[in-house]
């Protein structure tokens, strides 16, 4: 567990600092295990680390290798309640990516710099207008949030804005109005 928490900490500076310098994002998209390394994330030994690039309108989450079900109830359980609520829950234009990590590869997610959203798109990609999810934040960094496990609505302060979210799934890595959460 130490570990986990220690890597969604370190994930979330590199993230973090991929939104400030352009040349450290290219070497970390190139190299992703030096850079996880160097930044003190504890990186799995005989696995492949791959950098997918989050775009504009578009959400990923990464379901785990192992214990998928619970992971995939999540997503289910997201969907389903947001469904409920109204029904367009992906706007059009916007889509949701489920990937998978293999025994041998981990996906990691480099969202868009929030300062490259318009507040429509942030909105969408907070889960403003559809997937909502919650979690606990356990640590924050350079505008990364931590986030893990149980339900908890969390307040981001974006100068004199304050944005409400909500995250509910352990899969992957997702925008947040200021920053990032890492599930853990």
Known sequence: MADKK???LKYGE????????????KRFIEDP?????????????????KVIEQPKLIKYMV????????????VAKGLLNAAEKKDVIIPAGA?????????????????????????AELKMVAGGDYLKVSSNVVGATNGALI????AAV????????????????EVGVGVVAVGVIVLI
């Open 147 to 150: 986030a893990e496990g149980a």
């Open 63 to 74: 379901i785990p290798h192992d214990d998928s079900k619970e992971a995939v109830q999540v």
């Open 95 to 119: 889509e949701l990516r489920i990937i998978q990590n293999t025994e041998d590869i981990r996906y990691l997610i480099l969202p868009m710099s929030p300062k490259s959203l318009t507040q």
């Open 33 to 49: 295990e030096t850079v996880l390394t160097e930044a003190g994330f504890v990186v799995e030994e005989g696995v492949t680390y």
């Open 154 to 169: 969390v307040e981001v302060e974006v100068a004199s804005t304050t944005t409400t979210f909500e995250f509910e799934a």
């Open 6 to 8: 220690q890597n969604s």
């Open 14 to 25: 590199v993230v973090s600092k991929c939104w400030e310098d352009e040349a450290y994002r």
